[in-house]
T-cell receptor, first 111, second 114 residues
């Protein structure tokens, strides 16, 4: 079983819709991250969390919100999706002092 | 100036070639340097991890860090078609708070032709 899972893997939605991307991990790591990846722009950090009560904005948080429901779960929401939020979204986990582990990604298309 | 610069390529080489991938950075506080490999439609996975300056070798892969020049490299010897992927460099300062967040390069897309 994968250590970091993301659901859904693919999603097509319309402008203005609310959408939630979910991330779960079985690695027991405290730190969790949400990134988006766009061609030519690389990985950009949206939000990160160091524990259940800790939420921090990343480089590009506008238009996004997150919820850390438990140590193992970190959700990303788009309250009103817009076409320029079309991208590949990755969740990652990290134990302090070590590498980040990435999920398989969610391909989101906003029409 | 971005903190981490990486040529996006694409880079195309014949099988068996030696590949050199590079990143430059501007923040002298970076101490930990990583290379991630990302296959198409997959998440990045850690390939090499080095601390401070010097070389680290793992099979056909060698990671090199030159802190005086703020330059890191990944060498792939005897490249194989299975090495075709995007390679991202990443670095961080230390593991305290937000300084433990990775800063990524944009990635270099490598294609190894049979």
């Amino acid at each position: 079983d994968a250590d970091v899972t993301q659901t859904p893997r693919n999603r097509i939605t319309k402008t203005g819709k609310r959408i939630m991307l979910e991330c779960s991990q079985t690695k027991g790591h405290d730190r969790m991250y949400w990134y988006r990846q766009d061609p030519g722009l690389g990985l950009r950090l949206i939000y990160y969390s160091f524990d259940v009560k800790d939420i921090n904005k990343g480089e590009i948080s506008d238009g996004y919100s997150v919820s850390r429901q438990a140590q193992a779960k970190f959700s990303l929401s788009l309250e009103s999706a817009i076409p320029n939020q079309t991208a590949l979204y990755f969740c990652a986990t990290q134990r302090q002092g070590n590498e980040q582990f990435f999920g398989p990604g969610t391909r989101l298309t906003v029409l | 100036q971005k903190e981490v610069e990486q040529d996006p390529g694409p880079l195309s080489v014949p099988e068996g070639a030696i590949v050199s991938l590079n990143c430059t950075y501007s923040n002298s506080a970076f101490q930990y340097f990583m290379w991630y490999r990302q296959y198409s439609r997959k998440g990045p996975e850690l390939l090499m991890y080095t601390y401070s300056s010097g070389n680290k070798e793992d099979g056909r892969f060698t990671a090199q860090v030159d802190k005086s020049s703020k330059y890191i490299s990944l060498f792939i010897r005897d490249s194989q078609p299975s090495d075709s992927a995007t390679y991202l460099c990443a670095m961080l300062m230390n593991y305290g708070g937000s300084q433990g967040n990775l800063i990524f390069g944009k990635g270099t897309k490598l294609s190894v032709k049979p």
